[in-house]
Each structure stands twice: as C-alpha cells, then as structure tokens.
C-alpha cells in the first residue's frame, strides 16, 4: 500500500499529538477554560484514572496555577471542590517599545494591567542604551508591585521585523543599530524567565482580536498610522506573520494618485510618503507649520487648522484604497484603525470609509466594520501579555516547567 | 477567582476536545500519519488498553480505512501484524467546474487520481442544465472504474463564491442563474455521500499547498489568470477563506496605470480590465484578430504575434502590481501562477517578477519563488479531492461514520 500522508501541517500535527494520555498541562487546560471544574469532571472529560487526575491536579496547586474552593452544596455530605484558574498565580511582564516611548506594563496570568508605566526613549540611541533603561524601569515596576518572585514570562515588541523564534531583529528600517540583534538576553539577565519578541503591529493585533473574539470576530485587519504604517493580520483566528515574518508591510505598497512622491525608503507613491505621520509632519513644516510630530498633526486637525484637516483628510483615502485592496485580498471582518494618527479619527476614517466602499467587492464589504482601536494605546502592551501568555500557559509550556521542577 | 477565558478560537477548541480518550478516528489518524503502525504503538501513543485498541482497530478494519499486514520477523516468534492507511479503501469524485469546460475524477483515498474525464459546458446554461450533465459524466466514470459502491465524499469547486458550511452559492458574479443555489443536492440525488463545494482558486490552492508542503512551505499565494483573474491563499498552513469566504477577490483590485479602463464590474481601472483573458482577447479582437478565448490569445502569443505578446508582458506588468502589494501584506513563500493565461508563461511572469521584486520589501522577496502550478489542468480536481479528503478522513467524519453503522 502507497501511503501518502500529507496532514503535515502545524495544527494537524498537535492535534496528532494531542492524542496521548491528558498531561498536567492539558488538565490545566481545560481548567482554566472552564471545561472542568471538578476532578470527576478531569477524570470523565480526559478518561484518566482518579489516582492520575489526583496527581496532576496536586502538580498544579503546587505550581500555583489552580486554586481550589469549597463550594457550598444543597444536597448535604461533603461538597466537591471546586478547580479555578488561579489568575495571581503569576505575572508576566509588558514592553512595548516605539520610537520615541516604552510602555510596561505588569499584567496578571489573565492579561489584566496590574501596573503601568512609560517612559521616554529615542530608539536611535540603540538597542544597548534603549533595552537597558527598559529592563531598569521594568525591575522598578515589578517590585513595585510586590511580585518580583513570580514572574513567569516576558512579553517585548518593537518597531521592526522579528525572527519570533530566537527574538532576532530581522530588519529594522530606517533604524541602524537594531538590525540583527538578539533581544532576549538583555531581559534574561534580570529576568530568567522565557522572553517572546514580535513586531508592534503584530502584537496590537493579537490585543484587538482578544477584545473581539468572543463576538466571533476570526480575520481582522489591523493598521497602525503613526509616524509609519503597518499592519497586523489575524485570519482564521490565528495572528499570520508570512513565511519570513515579513506580512503585513503596507506602507510601501504603492498608490494610485501618489504623484511621485519619494517615499522614506527611496521608492515613489508609497502609502506613506503620502499618508504616513513623518510625510504630513514634513508637508506641514514645509508650509510654516510647526509640528511637534505626529501628536502635533492630530493637535492641529483638533484645532480645526485646514491644511492639516485636507491633508489628514487625503492620507485617509490613500490608506482607503491600500485597505481597499487588502479587504478584496484577505475578507477581513474587522478593520482596526490603531496608531497617533488615528487620534484625528473622524477625518481620517472618512477617508478611509469613501475609498473602501467604493473599490472593495460587495460581499466583502457587506459586513465589514471599520472601528478604532479597542484597547488605545495598551494595544501594545496588552498585546505583549497576550503573546507571552499564549506560551506560557500552553500545556507544553505548563508539561515543560513541571518536569524542570520549577 | 475571576477567570478570563480567551483562548476559544476554532483550532484551540480542538485541541482542547482532544483531551479526551482517543476515539477510533483518533487512532485511525495515528495509523494513516504513520505515528503508529502495529497495535503496541497505538496502545503505547494514545495510553488505551489492549482490549479498546483492539475494538478500535477491528472497527477501522470491517470499515476498509486499514488493512492488516503480516510482516516477517527475525527474531523468530509470531511477527506483530502491521497496520496500514488503506489507500484503496473507497474513492472519493472530483468537479471543477469551470465556465467552458468541467475536470471530473476518481481518485483514491490518497488523492490519486485513478480516472478522468472532460466535458464542455457553458455554465451560462444555469446549474440545473450543467450540473445534471456533470451528475451524468460523473456516473458513467465511476461505474467504469468499477468502484461505484465504496464512493465516500464528493468535491466540487464552482467559480463563484460559496458558503462552504451549505455548499450554497454566495455570489457568482457576471453569471446569473447561480445566485444563491444549494449545490450539493444535484449530487446527493444520485450519490448518498457528503458534498463539499468550494470556489476553484480556494481547492487549486489547496492543491498547490499539497504538492509543496513536504517542502515546508505553510504560505503560498495562488493566483489564477484566466478569462478572471483570482486568487486562493494558504497562510500559516490553512487556506484562508476570510470572514464571508470572499477572499482572493484580487481581479478588482486598482492598477496604477490603469489608464480608466472599464471593467465588467463597471469599476475603472480594476487589474482584470487590464490582465484578464476577456479583456485581452476584447482588444486582440478590436484590434482585427480572430481569437478563440483565454486559449486563442496563449495561441497567438506562441505565434509570435507581437500585440499579443505585448498585452500579456504588460498583463504581466498589471498583476505584478497587485501580486507585489499582497507580498508586502501577507508574505507568502510561494506564488503560483495558475489558470489558462499562465500558459503564456514566460511573458507573463517576466512582467510579474519585474514589478515584484522593484514594488515588494527587500525581506518579503528575500526567500520568495514566483512558480507554474505544479498540477496545471489537474489542480482543480486535485484540489477537490484533497478538500473532501480532509473531511471524511477526519478522526470526526470517521467516527460519526462508525456511530452511523455504515
């Protein structure tokens, strides 16, 4: 017989391999999802024996993961206890680090901002000087929140492409000094715990999505337009970063009423030499204007200043007819409008609205929602705690940490 | 304890179901990814005791899923018996229904084609008309295969868009009569098996991603150049239909240089008024040249006759346009050119490759191959079966068919 076997994809895989005897890692699971809450409840959900599920949830208490509680019950004799996620059995840690601030952030094992700070940087200062003035605030902040003993992970993002399996820069444009640089270990050596890096736009969509997944929202489209613009693509669920982690990089696609204009990068008609925060905060000075940055566009259209509404205004349509094109390629369900530009919402989203409705298909447009960002400016670290989350509470993770005794 | 669950995406939901004992699916699964392939490694991998591997098993056997060899030994003593995938267990159809012509097969449970067939069509005809002549072709191959009673699932692909949860027509643009038509019944009146139906770039997508996942490749973009253009997308190993299956919709997207041309959707300007097959063979016409369709123009271009080679490099051109802002937004590792127009191969992709690699980051066409389809003509169907495939082969779709008794 000529077996050809061709389920080899990732999931497919796990799922095959979920099919052994239920780990600790995956009792925890289905605890935390609520799928069980008792231990007859493991024992008849995994078909592990009581000895087994006694062992494995003891396991959990022990890592601080479960909590038990006694439950008060109507029919008399002993109540079961009762098995919970223990959401402060733990914190993870937040950076999210732009151009120009960092914010951090500590976040219980649920994603919830149990502190906060930010602070001032200039990326171009470097890797060594920026990271080291994270890691000490973050230090800060930790025991300042009286849980420096349980951190259980790191969750990073930063303004460029990211090998997310070693935390390497891949690429940063328009930022020498950040390219090719390993992330982790200036965490690791404060912090020994696992570290996750990923691009900003991507983490901010993994951030939107959880505020939006449990309306059933599985393709989301995420743009960021501040001083540049990118995007973060979840489709089926699952955040896509392309086979180089490279997706997402709409800044660069070009525009069709672009000009000429050169774009930062050296190309003509780009997305943002026409829509991009750096381009209007150089239209704006170049006709007197003075532009405190990005922030500083969105105070002038706050100030009802015409040139900076009509240049907002266009940049809404240009980035209209890029998402246009990007709504008629993947079918998203929702646009998020994230990023400082997106602070002049209105007469950027008009833009955007006129454009895309007007290039995008019917269907695809039927129900399409363009909405702002849920989550503001803690896209970023919520979006960090999400990720690290994500894979240190796996079962894996969880499987992993019990058999080093940790 | 408040608890916030956030992990219930599809995928995460069926690893989390996984957590229970391992049904016959599951450890038919094991046999026909070669995980496990005697009675010990199914006990040993999924921790089930002798006797339930043994139901299991001996379920699998009487459905004709696995077959049971006797293998030498060198140690002397009864040798364990070896469970394999039982390829010739059954047969699934295929229809790719195109809007001349419709590909049908037999293929085995390994998606090997083992007969086909062609037939013309004008789907202009209206379903009822087409899909009856396709029904009957259908049956005629099947009862020459000589496997009529073992068929376990239909595919067939429309070019139109479909709910894939109904198989119920969504949107079939320029092809009126099929708007909103359930299509699996024209199947199930003569075949008592499930029906899956999908839009052709989808299946051919999932076709090209067969053919070329051993080389890891989870990120393919498959773009078919025809009488319309479109395109089906496999990201992070699953193809993606986005949020109403409208994906892939890239025919109408905007070309720069478009120079207002009229497309059949009364847009201006959309990359098919400019690089599909009706709108070349609608110029070569005007222009005093006999052309007989998409194939007529690839004819001519072989010929040498210079406009039309002209029209497909610029063709070429136009697409290598939308092509380069898909890489820059979803990163794919592999673009398959596909369809009737990519027979004109060489001038097509020449103006593709141009654009791209002048247009798309430096990171997204580091590693990127710009290819042929590796099924030409047969992606279709192969797609199709790969697409019923992966549902009645499912460790679900198998043990729904064992609850069932059939």
């Known amino acids: 017989v000529d077996v050809i076997v061709w389920f080899t994809d990732p999931v497919v895989r796990r799922r095959a391999q979920a099919a052994r005897p239920s780990s600790a890692g995956d009792v925890f699971r289905l605890i935390r999802e609520g799928t069980a809450t008792t231990r007859t409840d493991v024992a008849r959900v995994t078909g592990l024996s009581r000895t087994a599920v006694t062992l494995r949830v003891n396991q959990l208490l022990a890592q601080g993961l479960v909590v038990e509680q006694a439950e008060g019950s109507s029919t008399g004799g002993r109540p079961p206890a009762r098995l919970a996620f223990h959401t402060a059995g733990g914190i993870v840690l937040a950076a999210s680090v732009g151009a120009s601030r960092a914010q951090l952030a ?16 200039d990326i171009a200062d470097g890797p060594e000087t920026v990271l080291a003035a994270v890691v000490k605030h973050l230090e800060h902040l930790v025991s300042e929140s009286g849980h420096g003993d349980t951190v259980r992970g790191i969750g990073v993002c930063v303004p460029g492409n990211i090998d997310v399996e070693t935390g390497r820069s891949v690429s940063f444009p328009v930022m020498p000094g950040w390219d090719d640089v390993a992330i982790p270990p200036y965490f690791t050596r404060r912090f020994d715990v696992p570290v996750h890096v990923d691009n ?3 983490v901010m969509a993994l951030a939107e999505h959880r505020a939006r997944h449990q309306d059933g929202v599985n393709d989301l489209l995420l743009v960021k337009v501040s001083t540049g613009i990118g995007a973060g693509i979840v489709s089926g669920g699952h955040l896509q970063r392309g086979a180089l982690g490279a997706a997402g990089e709409i800044g660069h696609i070009p525009v069709a009423a672009g000009g000429g204009a050169v774009c930062r990068c050296g190309n ?7 829509a991009a925060g750096w381009a209007l905060v150089r239209r704006l000075s170049e006709s007197g204007h003075t532009v405190d940055g990005v922030r500083g566009v969105v105070d002038l259209v706050r100030a009802g200043e015409p040139e900076a509404l009509r240049l907002v205004r266009a940049a809404g349509r240009h980035l209209g007819e890029v998402i246009a094109g990007a709504v008629n390629l993947i079918n998203p369900a929702v646009i998020v409008l994230g990023g400082d530009l ?3 919402y209105d007469p950027l989203v008009a833009g955007v609205r006129e454009v895309v409705y007007q290039r995008s298909t019917a269907l695809a447009t039927r129900d399409l929602q363009i909405v702002p960002s849920a989550l503001g400016e803690r896209a970023g670290v919520v979006g960090c705690a999400v990720m690290v989350l994500e894979d240190v509470l796996s079962p894996r993770s969880v499987d992993a940490a019990l058999a080093r005794g940790t």
Not at 106 to 121: H, N, P, Q, S
Not at 268 to 274: N, P
Request: net charge negative; hydrophobic share 55%.
């Open 106 to 121: 500590v976040c219980d094992l649920a994603g919830e901002i149990l502190a906060e700070t930010a602070l001032d940087v």
């Open 200 to 202: 900003d736009v991507n």
């Open 268 to 274: 003509v008609d780009c997305l943002e030499a026409l």
């Open 342 to 344: 997106a602070r002049a």
